[in-house]
């Protein structure tokens, strides 16, 4: 066992807490006799299996591959069953048919199993069951007794990769009256690898297959249960952990997820549960009905939209840069660190602009020295500023930020940019996209063959991403010039995240706007899915960003999905689009893309906010919610 980070060992069986050797090792100060309860004992009862529990504050979170982990493998090889079947939305109703009678996992022994075992369809706003979000991953259920519901387990499989966490959720909004203290957490996995794994001990070591448990409470602390599974070629390991929560909590809500990252290769899970260990004056009957615990429309109170939890100052700044009359306001964002990007931005655009410049101003060393870090901050961006040349009025709010944690406030300052704008419409951009020659005057055009004059469509944006080497001066100039590049047999353009998040801008339909001559309306809705959208800032109740997404994931979704739910309908414009700069990639998505504590933490708040948009809008179990 390694000798990094603090470990506990727990001995399960058949769900139990197998804590013998722990206790009486643990009381008289007796390492040696731990160490021969888990490797003389264990062999001997090989469905006995070891984990580690971890508790830690916020602040001082470790990083996984700092807890190590110990398991004794099942010596029963269990049986994969058929090939799995990548989900498609045919499966999904399948899977939920058959359990509709009960969405939880059948209970063993009397013990209830709070995960359900329904697959969310990415088409609605759902939170019972298991959620994938990019990530693709296959589904299939193995039955040793076909008429037996009871006999059957769900197993899920990915693809996993070296530099990204693939993973899968499910939610668990506990119900304040349930008076649940504890949860046994049980799961078994296994991991293959596309290279072998005794020939590289780093690659071993980087290597992550791990189901998770997040326990929120209702003073929005949390902590987090890790069950992990050796690296390397092997069977199915079973791996669990008993976790009691301290007296002074009550449980909020349970995050599962199954997750892989650090390698290339494969990951299999299947039969996780979580079952809730209650106070003692809690009813039997109780304790065996999932909806006694779990809430189907949880009710959580939305933040102050117009307030950050830190101190901020703000300063603007307007162009004397004169334009013709313009009914249309290009809006967007960065931080000081990006400025360069901007003159790039907006080197075709002539019309107006509205920008929100982020400057953080506490020195990381020394936080309560912020003057002489404002000082500096404001010298750089007043010359940086200088070196940007305007062909269009720019209307900019720059927010000086005593902001003690390292994190840009994304959705926040598109909501200044946009409080900016006094044309009739607006065009949501990231500072990071150039806009097509013209963009206005063919947006015009667009308006023009549009009979109808419903206010609250939301036109979509096409937008392309290019190679490294591809500049803004090498940009296409015309919507035949762009075809023509994407059909190069090796395009160096090509629709935005076509390769690294293809669901993402799916629903636009390239193929379609290739030939498309007038704005055209899409058919459908995918949660996941973030376009680019030309807006009227006339309509009074037209929703703005979320606040609480800040940095990385999530931001633009959460707005498109309440457009759609705040009757909104989205058509695509046939003669505009914008165009990604390569840039580095920035700090957030780094920590979003390979930190699975970061990603697990922005899925809390997606799930929460699907749970304010259902109740809002009324939409399946809570039609018949208050607001």
């Not at 304790?287 to 101190?311: A, E, G, N, T, V």
């Not at 959208?533 to 309440?562: A, C, W």
């Amino acid at each position: 066992m390694g000798k990094k980070g603090s470990i506990k060992g727990s001995v399960l069986r058949d769900h139990r807490v197998f804590i013998l050797g722990s206790i009486i090792g643990a009381s008289i100060g007796l390492a040696p006799f731990i160490i021969f309860t888990v490797y003389y004992i264990g062999p001997i009862m090989p469905r006995y299996v070891c984990a580690t529990q971890t508790r830690f504050s916020r602040d001082t979170v470790p990083e996984l591959d700092a807890i190590q982990t110990f398991t004794i493998p099942d010596q029963r090889p269990l049986s994969l069953g058929p090939p799995p079947i990548q989900t498609t939305r045919k499966l999904v109703e399948i899977a939920n048919r058959q359990s509709s009678s009960s969405s939880a996992i059948p209970v063993e022994n009397d013990r209830i199993n709070l995960i359900s075992q329904r697959l969310i369809y990415n088409g609605q706003p759902e939170i019972d069951g298991w959620w994938m979000s990019h990530s693709k991953w296959n589904v299939s259920v193995e039955c040793t007794d076909p008429n037996s519901q009871e006999e059957c387990s769900q197993i899920f499989t990915t693809d996993c990769r070296k530099q990204m966490t693939t993973a899968i959720y499910q939610f668990l909004p506990v119900k304040a009256t349930s008076r649940i203290v504890g949860i046994d957490f049980t799961a078994k996995g296994s991991a293959m690898a596309s290279f072998k794994w005794n020939d590289d001990s780093k690659k071993m070591d980087a290597a992550v297959v791990s189901s998770q448990a997040l326990l929120k409470y209702t003073d929005e602390s949390y902590e987090i249960v890790r069950l992990h599974y050796p690296t390397g070629n092997y069977s199915v390991m079973s791996v669990g952990m008993s976790k009691m929560f301290p007296a002074d909590k009550t449980l909020k809500s349970i995050t599962a997820m199954l997750t892989c990252y650090g390698f290339d290769g494969s990951a299999l899970f299947r039969d996780t549960t979580i079952k809730p260990i209650f106070d003692s004056t809690v009813a039997l009957a109780v304790q065996k009905d999932r909806q006694k615990c779990i809430s189907k429309c949880p009710h959580y109170f939305k933040p102050d939209q117009d307030h950050l939890p830190f101190d901020v100052d703000k300063e603007r700044a307007v162009t004397d840069f004169q334009v013709k009359h313009s009914n249309l306001t290009m809006v967007t964002h960065l931080s000081i660190d990006r400025i360069d990007i901007l003159q790039k931005s907006i080197a075709v655009w002539t019309g107006l602009i509205s920008v929100s410049v982020f400057v953080p101003v506490m020195d990381a060393k020394k936080k309560n020295q912020t003057e002489p870090v404002l000082t500096r901050s404001r010298r750089f961006l007043k010359d940086k500023l200088k070196e940007v040349k305007f062909k269009c009025k720019c209307d900019l709010l720059i927010i000086y930020a005593r902001n003690p944690e390292d994190e840009y406030p994304t959705n926040y300052m598109r909501n200044l940019a946009i409080k900016q704008v006094k044309t009739e419409h607006m065009v949501l951009l990231d500072a990071d996209f150039v806009p097509c020659p013209d963009f206005e005057s063919r947006w015009f055009q667009s308006m023009r063959r549009v009979k109808h004059k419903n206010p609250k469509i939301a036109y979509v944006v096409p937008v392309f991403e290019g190679a490294k080497e591809i500049t803004a001066a090498d940009l296409p100039r015309t919507k035949s010039e762009l075809k023509k590049i994407v059909s190069a047999e090796n395009p160096v353009i090509y629709p935005f995240a076509h390769y690294s998040s293809p669901l993402s801008h799916e629903l636009t339909n390239y193929t379609k706007w290739y030939t498309s001559f007038k704005p055209y309306k899409l058919k459908g809705y995918e949660d996941v899915y973030e376009p680019y959208l030309v807006l009227n800032t006339k309509v009074t109740d037209m929703p703005l960003f979320d606040i609480r997404f800040s940095g990385y994931g999530f931001n633009k979704i959460q707005h498109t999905m309440e457009l759609m739910y705040n009757d909104y309908t989205l058509e695509v414009l046939p003669n505009v689009w914008a165009t990604h700069v390569y840039h580095r990639i920035s700090q957030f998505k780094k920590q979003f893309l390979n930190g699975p504590l970061t990603r697990l933490e922005n899925r809390i708040k997606r799930y929460e906010y699907v749970s304010e948009i259902m109740r809002k809008y009324r939409i399946g179990p809570c039609s018949n919610a208050k607001s």
